[in-house]
């Protein structure tokens, strides 16, 4: 077995001892085989009818093609490799246009929109993206060009899935603002239908817009009448302004919360912008409190370790558990950035919980490691801490406030008792998906 | 245009050749590239990334420090991680943004080696190119660093280059180890799938290495010129190649002069074939001389991939790109095309597909139906 003590770059850190602006210090990564999470070209393939290309080097390529092949989606992607030399021939702009046009005369179809994604290397090169989108939109007029971008070296100043988060709607054409529809925008599942939000959008007589839910281009085409546009997740937070700049939709961030005063804070912000009456949430309280006492009896304890691909707030959702008596030992997150006041509330609480870099080299022999038995909530925790006990959730599964406190509970409850094949379900690329990989 | 796909994957990339080829050797690889790029590799490119550790990592290249020029961190962020990981060596290769910037790997690897006192191996990768480069440059440079001159095996030792896991399925090393020894020789080193680095140190001991890939064919002609060691391509598919390349690799151990050729694909003059093989040069020529002995189906290698001038005589030239693939079946007008499965997009619906998955082409969508070829029968297969 490996050692995890004495290293240069420790893979942990006790929560009592951490630095809530730096967990840990930066080095090489390491990539754990959980899949779950969505990429660019899985948020891409929201938009209905839309065909993605690619334009960038064969390894950057590899990837995204695979993706929409394991999705059964081939016939939506294309691409133009990038060669060393087409960055220094002045053809950078050109070889692109013409790419574009080229595959577009070889299609069956004539797509509504394509998504057309440039990489590092076009950005860092100077290319003029403005000029290529107009000189596409002028060659192929019916068809909407959105500029894309796979731009992971650039990930500090805007990370690739937020800025994907926005780009799918940028095949939208203004319309005229509908008082009467709501969107919920950023997110690349659906939101609970019984979820309090959702209820209270539909409770006022709304309509409710998702791009989730888009089953035709034409019904995608409705997104822009929104007059609210809801973010509930932070990578769509930018959706949520570039609608607000393009169209004046009012965007409200009401990201989900672990919390119950917050979870209060975002419901009369809601209801606020609504003009609706705040409704009484003490029976939904209760609710969830009575399922996160409910799974505390049987999860007893059993120690939990929760990781931040599970849950889009790590730390407040390991603080509601340790507030309601569970056993949580370990967070994977490498930060906790937009949680402060969770880390410190939970450190004072459970000084001993052991916080575990997702990336740190150190890593690698994690599931070696003799862990117990663990319950896991999320995927890769479930692979660090070799557990088929384990919720099979990303990005907050969709459920939000109250209602989702208590389904999460019962999700715990449920992973407690039905052990899953850890193996096949966490290597199954794009949480609900099609993936036709062979695991 | 050459460099457009309306609907074609593309084959696995230059870095994940590398570390492909030096996954089991016990050393530590590093792609300089951006956070999550290694997902690429260790999802698409590497069928052992769950069940078996290796140490691959990625630099998390960010904007600023490639702007910056900031070679410093990675040279530190290695030395660390060698610190903490303990790699019986170091390899360090690029990806689009390092080209962008001239990084220069060998002096980066260097300072590696000079600081964490491992060797440390520069590769010259930019991910604008296929595994085949990739893997070829990586296998020839371990064996430049490790091989040692030493004593020839009693028994017939042959080493095995270009193993990948992206041109073979897993579990071939074992195929070949059974079939080398049903014909009285000795697996002395799989470059590189079940093989140490120790096994690496003593392969000079072969009496002839055996190329499986293009990805091997460097490493075979640095052991050829350094170690007057004879290589022939081929992969045993089937029975009666399997029989016949057995013979040939005897031969080759025998002939004193360096007269015997290295290529034995008896089936020169098949231009007008009915059946095509499209994928890597070796693996493709080796399943024609496959169908040839045993079914006697006349078949032409399409190479899509870099190929040795010989496949590439013989196949017409190396043909990757959608459109020039395309106008080759529709010139051609073969009866049956074997092929990965995701080449079925562009194969006439009138033409007969026999799908042949290949890990380097298709990733994980069809690897529980590769097939292992070795030392088999194929007729079922293949009728």
């Keep these: 077995m490996k050692r995890m003590d004495g290293l240069d770059k420790p893979a942990c850190v006790r929560l009592a001892d951490a630095d809530v602006s730096a967990l840990f210090r930066t080095g090489l990564e390491y990539n754990p085989p959980a899949r779950g999470m969505w990429n660019i070209v899985h948020t891409g393939m929201l938009v209905p009818g839309a065909q993605e290309i690619f334009a960038c080097a064969q390894g950057c390529l590899r990837g995204v093609i695979l993706t929409a092949a394991e999705m059964l989606e081939l016939e939506r992607m294309s691409w133009i490799s990038v060669s060393e030399s087409d960055m220094f021939d002045g053809t950078l702009e050109s070889d692109v246009i013409d790419g574009v046009c080229e595959i577009l005369s070889k299609l069956d179809r004539r797509p509504p929109a394509v998504l057309l994604y440039l990489s590092c290397i076009h950005l860092f090169a100077g290319v003029d993206f403005d000029a290529i989108i107009s000189e596409l939109s002028r060659r192929e007029p019916d068809i909407a060009f959105v500029d894309c971008y796979m731009t992971p070296t650039m990930r500090q100043t805007v990370s690739p899935v937020m800025k994907m988060s926005a780009q799918i709607y940028g095949a939208l054409r203004p319309r005229e603002l509908d008082a009467n529809a709501v969107g919920l925008v950023g997110s690349d599942r659906p939101t609970d239908e019984d979820s309090e939000l959702v209820r209270i959008i539909r409770g006022s007589g709304r309509r409710l817009l998702d791009i989730t839910l888009c089953k035709s281009y034409e019904e995608y085409q409705t997104l822009s009448e929104s007059s609210i546009n809801i973010s509930t997740v932070p990578t769509g937070r930018l959706a949520g302004d570039e609608l607000e700049r393009r169209f004046g939709a009012r965007h409200l961030h009401l990201p989900a919360r672990y919390d119950f005063a917050a979870i209060d804070d975002n419901y009369k912000v809601l209801c606020g912008a609504l003009g609706t009456e705040l409704p009484d949430f003490s029976k939904e309280k209760e609710s969830a409190l009575a399922a996160l006492a409910k799974a505390q009896e049987v999860i007893g304890d059993t120690p939990v370790a929760v990781d931040y691909t599970a849950v889009t707030r790590p730390f407040e959702f390991a603080l509601l558990l340790a507030e309601n008596g569970f056993n949580v030992k370990h967070i994977v997150a490498d930060t906790a950035a937009g949680e402060e006041e969770a880390f410190e509330r939970l450190r004072s609480l459970s000084p001993d919980i052991t916080v575990w870099s997702a990336v740190n080299v150190n890593m690698l022999d994690m599931p070696e490691q003799e862990h117990g038995h663990i319950l896991a909530v999320g995927q890769k925790a479930a692979y660090f801490f070799s557990t088929d006990n384990f919720v099979d959730i990303v990005v907050g599964g969709g459920y939000y406030g109250f209602s989702g406190i208590r389904k999460l509970a019962g999700l715990m409850c449920e992973a407690f008792e039905e052990p899953k094949d850890r193996r096949t379900v966490i290597q199954h690329k794009g949480w609900g998906c099609t993936c036709c990989a062979q695991i | ?383």
């Design chain 2, 1 to 383: 245009m050459k460099n457009v796909s309306r609907i074609l994957p593309l084959y696995t990339a230059d870095t994940s050749g590398v570390c492909s080829a030096l996954y089991e050797l016990g050393g530590m690889t590093v792609v300089h590239d951006a956070s999550g790029c290694n997902s690429t590799y260790t999802t698409h490119d590497e069928p052992r990334w769950y069940d078996m550790r290796s140490k691959i990592y990625i630099s998390a290249l960010t904007e600023l420090d490639a702007v910056m020029g900031n070679d410093e961190k990675l040279i530190s962020d290695i030395v660390s991680c060698a610190a903490d990981q303990e790699p019986e060596f170091i390899a360090v290769c690029g990806s689009p943004m390092p080209m962008m910037t001239g990084v220069d790997f060998d002096a980066i690897a260097a300072e590696v080696a000079d600081r964490s006192g491992i060797r440390t191996i520069p590769l010259h990768t930019n991910g604008t190119r296929s595994y085949i480069e990739g893997a070829s440059e990586a296998f020839l440079e371990i064996v430049k660093a490790y091989a040692r001159e030493c004593h020839r095996t009693e028994r017939l030792g042959v080493n095995v280059f270009g193993a990948t896991p992206l041109d073979l399925p897993l579990g071939s090393d074992q195929s070949l180890r059974r079939w080398l020894e049903e014909n009285g020789m000795e697996l002395v080193c799989c470059l590189a799938m079940g093989s140490s680095l120790e096994d690496v140190r003593r392969a000079p001991s072969a009496r002839v290495d055996l190329v499986v890939s293009q990805s091997g064919m460097a490493a075979a002609e640095y052991m050829k010129e350094k170690y007057g060691i004879p290589y022939v391509c081929g992969v045993p598919f089937g029975k009666g190649f399997a029989k016949h390349l057995a013979g040939h690799i005897r031969s080759a151990a025998c002939d004193t002069s360096g007269s015997c050729p290295p290529f034995v694909l008896p089936c020169d003059g098949f231009d007008d074939a009915d059946t095509v093989v499209i994928g890597e040069s070796i693996s493709a020529g080796s399943l024609t001389a496959a169908l040839w002995f045993d079914m006697k189906i006349a078949a032409k290698p399409v190479c899509t991939l870099e190929s040795h001038r010989f496949f590439c005589r013989r196949a017409g030239g190396v043909i990757s790109a959608e459109e020039d693939l395309e106008a080759y079946l529709s010139g051609h007008k073969p009866g049956t095309v074997i092929a990965d499965p995701l080449y079925r997009y562009i194969v006439p619906r009138d033409v007969k597909f026999i799908p042949l998955p290949h890990f380097a082409f298709s990733g994980r969508c069809f690897q529980r139906d590769m097939r292992d070829l070795i030392n088999t029968e194929i007729k079922e297969y293949f009728k």
